[in-house]
């Protein structure tokens, strides 16, 4: 005889094949629970027969129960969803078909994917409020959401194809694509593209706009009220074995409570230990067995500690649910009959108006299936549990917080932690900073790694301009362009710059850190570029009148995660040095050759690549010579393997590094190459 195990895998995996039969997921393809179970039947001729073999009378309703749980498995897999009371395959379904041809090995591997989901319930809960807290129009990465609960990657795609909640096609691959792991037949990915163009994302070249990705620090999944930091619960609580008389619509919706009858247990306090509940219990219940102690001990240690206000509690009176929210603490009272003498308060939302039991999520019958039990948490269906409420997951944006420095940025950068930790500090108090000093030490290198260690890494987080004599405002922040139409008539577009397109996006993700880097921001007209953005960077939160902007505009703000990260060459003579104005404005941080964190630089590159010290020893001597302060030469000229040889170094002295001081004393009567040249200094130093 065919076991029960082995029976129930045959249904569970010719189910699944039935449905790929079907036209490929399209609304027609979806087919009720009746049907299917009548496709089954025929399908496995000796299905009922082996049924009946194994529970006799009420077969058909055991293998009915069977299927239904069976499925739950293969939601949690993902090889099927079930909307609109019809079941669906999935193109992960249909994969996992060609991979496990066996029905055993099939439905095994669908049981392993529910215990893995079964393990880790409130980190895919998390997972899936992630996706249901997205704003629309926004997407973010799947793998971040995974590392971030910590579950896998391919396990977060197959619940969300399985169940679908809300937003769950706004988790994508990193680069934006649709995940890889979802085998997606054509229909699902036409259907998964038009939800994102609903929301109005663009999935040019099939990836969505990096621009509007979000990372999971950008949002804080709001579980409590006011201050309390304690995680919101969902509870179901039981009224309906309780003797005497209609306890839920008798006591608990006229009173607003909910309650256990504990017509034994001592007068415990709010918030007792399990410990203490279980002393009690086994001496107030002392002639109940050990098991049912547990049991009692187990639940009104729920009831008194962990349940708390805010709280979510479900019941039901056969296939009428109610649904309340916690509205205090626990308390003992006197109750007729004992059946309600431990009480919390409860706002019942719908009283008057209880929803079907059907109405509830898929996995609530598995969850309150033990009715020996009076209390069930149901923690892991709480945000279906808020949206019945009307209650759905709501978003918190955390303020901006700037990453403090490492040592293994310090070591990258070659400079001491405790100088970048100190740049840090100034961008948190104002946010803008200017790396000055001569060529060649480092300041846009510096810039953009700093940058890049400020915004975790997010290429799109950072934008870089140069600054030259013929930018402008219109380059720069905002301005008119002409546009061809296909008439081949020619209209005036208002077209953002990099500026612009940056507090944009910072404004979308208040809690994310924007970095623009102006490159040589001393070479432009600040004065012309900036307009009236010069009064915003000192009064962020001032709104002000925009060039461009329309009429009925309210002004426009610069928000406090953009930082300014600018980059002056003390050594350019043709332009004048920025203002008192723009001064005030700005941190300013010298990079200098004979300054830390400048100073040893090249000395400490030389040693970490092992090769030679030669170059440091020539440069340092070097800049002994050049009286200027503003022409001394940075490091970076020599950071690299082939001033290490004789003739790169050679290649550099020449080509790069006597050229700017030519140019320093043209005119004057230096002779360059007795003075700087490297046989010069050679000599000098033997």
């Known amino acids: 005889m065919t076991s029960r195990a082995e029976t129930t895998a045959d249904m569970a995996f010719v189910a699944v094949r039935l449905l790929t039969d079907l036209p490929p997921h399209t609304p027609a393809a979806g087919v009720t629970y009746g049907d299917l179970r009548t496709r089954l039947f025929d399908a496995i001729p000796d299905l009922a027969s082996r049924w009946r073999e194994m529970v006799g009378d009420g077969w058909q309703d055991v293998s009915y129960t069977e ?21 669906f395959p999935t193109g992960l379904g249909r994969a996992a078909l060609a991979e496990f041809p066996d029905a055993t090995a099939f439905f095994a591997e669908a049981n392993r994917a529910y215990w893995y989901w079964d393990r880790n319930k409130a980190r895919f809960q998390t997972a899936i409020g992630y996706a249901e807290a997205l704003p629309e129009g926004r997407w973010v990465s799947i793998a971040d959401i995974a590392s971030e609960t910590d579950i896998t990657t391919t396990a977060l795609v197959r619940v969300l194809l399985g169940n679908r909640p809300e937003g769950w096609y706004r988790l994508l691959d990193t680069d934006g694509s649709l995940p890889r792991e979802a085998h997606l037949t054509e229909p699902e990915r036409a259907e998964w593209l038009a939800l994102l ?19 999971p620090s950008d949002l804080q999944l709001k579980v409590a009220s006011g201050d309390d930091a304690r995680a919101r619960r969902a509870w179901l609580v039981r009224a309906s074995n309780v003797p005497g008389g209609d306890l839920i619509t008798d006591v608990w919706l006229p009173e607003k409570v909910c309650s256990l009858s504990a017509a034994r247990l001592s007068d415990l ?14 001496e107030d219940y002392s002639g109940t067995g050990t098991k049912d102690q547990e049991r009692l001990a187990g639940e009104f240690h729920a009831f008194l500690s962990r349940m708390g206000e805010n709280d979510i509690v479900v019941t039901n009176d056969g296939s009428e649910v109610y649904l309340g929210v916690i509205a205090g603490d626990p308390s003992f009272v006197s109750s007729v009959g004992n059946r309600a003498n431990l009480q919390r308060a409860v706002r019942w ?50 303020p901006m917080r700037l990453p403090d420095a490492t040592d293994k940025l310090a070591r990258e950068l070659l400079v001491d932690r405790e100088w970048l930790q100190e740049c840090v500090e100034q961008l948190r108090e104002r946010p803008q900073l200017i790396f000055y000093g001569p060529p060649g030490t480092g300041k846009t290198y510096l810039a953009r790694h700093l940058a890049r260690h400020l915004t975790s890494g997010r290429p799109e987080g950072v934008q870089l301009v140069q600054f030259h004599p013929a930018y402008s405002y219109e380059d720069f922040f905002e301005g008119y362009r002409p546009k061809q139409a296909e008439d081949g008539t020619i209209s005036f577009d208002l077209v953002r710059g990099p500026f612009r397109r940056l507090v944009s996006a910072a404004l979308a993700h208040p809690g994310r850190p924007y970095v623009l880097i102006i490159d040589e921001i001393n070479r432009g007209n600040l004065a012309k570029i900036f307009g009236e953005l010069y009064f915003l960077l000192e009064y962020r939160d ?10 009925e505009d309210r002004g426009f703000t610069l928000p406090r995660n953009v930082l300014i990260i600018g980059t002056m060459n003390t050594a350019d003579r043709s332009i004048a040095l920025i203002d008192t104005a723009m001064r005030r404005r700005f941190w300013f941080t010298e990079l200098h050759p004979d300054e830390p964190p400048t100073r040893d630089m090249l000395a400490e590159w030389l040693k970490k690549e092992e090769l030679t010290d030669e170059p440091a020893r020539l440069l340092a001597e070097l800049n002994r010579r050049i009286e200027d302060r503003d022409f001394k030469i940075g490091p970076s000229y020599l950071m690299r393997e082939s001033a290490a040889t004789e003739v790169g170094l050679a290649r550099i002295w020449r080509t790069q590094i006597l050229p700017l001081l030519a140019e320093h004393h043209y005119g004057d009567g230096t002779d360059v190459e007795a003075n700087y040249g490297l046989d010069a200094l050679r000599r000098r130093l033997t």
């Open 67 to 87: 299927l239904q749980w069976a499925s739950i498995s293969l939601v949690k897999a993902g090889w099927l969803c079930k909307r609109d009371r019809k079941w």
């Open 542 to 551: 001032e709104p002000v009148n925009l060039l461009y902007a329309p009429e």
């Open 269 to 282: 306090p709010p918030g007792a230990s399990r410990q203490q509940v279980f002393e009690a219990v086994r």
């Open 197 to 215: 163009a609903e929301e109005g994302v663009p999935f040019p070249d099939g990836r969505a706009d990096p621009q509007r990705r979000m990372v």
């Open 349 to 398: 939302r719908n009283a008057d108006r209880p929803i079907d039991y059907d109405d509830l999520p898929d996995d609530f019958s598995v969850l309150v299936s033990n009715p020996d039990a009076e209390i069930v948490e149901l923690t892991s269906s709480l945000p279906e549990l808020e949206k019945l409420l009307g209650e759905p997951v709501e978003v918190v944006e955390q």
